[in-house]
Structure formats: structure tokens, C-alpha cells
């Protein structure tokens, strides 16, 4: 049974910076894709970054520069530094793995809360 764990979330200030990591179980994590959404209240869930078998991130416009995807094999786990964090940056993350042909999200976390105040 595949499970992934997201922790790390919490209430921070604008400007301040927090690790989310997303630990999977029941699967070669190595051999999938990867990815971080978020979804703040009242609003529909989005994608925030995304790392491939390869290692090669991909993020939202909104947190490029700011957001580090990364991933280490070897604990199955994945993680996302978040700096110069914004009030709206403030949502439910969720980590997700992509099914082998990378065409959509097998299976989800159960999402860490990220508060970010003035």
C-alpha cells in the first residue's frame, strides 16, 4: 500500500523561509515523477513544483526563484524549501506521485497547513 507523509508545514512570517517534506512508503520512489500542489482556501488546488525521474524540477511562475524541489532516492523522500515566503503562499500542501507515464497523480498525502502572516 502506497502511502506519502507531508511535514514541516506551519505558521511563519512573511519573508521567512520553511521545509515541507513529503516521505513515501510502498513504492521505488526513484521510478516516479513527483510534485507539490497547493490550495488555499476557497480556491481550487494548484500546482506549485514538480521533479522528474531525472531529478529536473519544474516550478509555478508564482514560486520560481523563491521555491527548491528536490528529492532524495535513497529515503524516498522529497522536499520543498520555501523562501521569502508571501501571505499568499498560505494553503495546504500536498505532495503527489505521478503514475508511470507521468499523465496524472496516482497518489496524494494527506497535506501539511503552511500559514504565512504579516
Known amino acids: 500500500q502506497v502511502q506519502l507523509v507531508e511535514s514541516g508545514g506551519g505558521l511563519v512570517q512573511t519573508g521567512d523561509s520553511l521545509t515541507l517534506t513529503c516521505t513515501a512508503s510502498g513504492l521505488t520512489f526513484g521510478n516516479y515523477a513527483a510534485s507539490w500542489f497547493r490550495q488555499a482556501p476557497e480556491k481550487e488546488r494548484e500546482f506549485v513544483a514538480s521533479i522528474d525521474r531525472s531529478s529536473i524540477p519544474y516550478y509555478a511562475r508564482s514560486v520560481k526563484d523563491r521555491f527548491t524541489i528536490s528529492r532524495d532516492n535513497t529515503k524516498n523522500t522529497m522536499y520543498l524549501q520555501m523562501s521569502s515566503l508571501k501571505i499568499e503562499d498560505t494553503g495546504v500542501y500536498y505532495c503527489?506521485?505521478?503514475?508511470?507515464?507521468?499523465?496524472?497523480?496516482?497518489?496524494w498525502g494527506q497535506g501539511t497547513q503552511v500559514t504565512v502572516s504579516s
Open positions: 503527489a506521485v505521478a503514475n508511470p507515464y507521468a499523465t496524472g497523480y496516482d497518489h
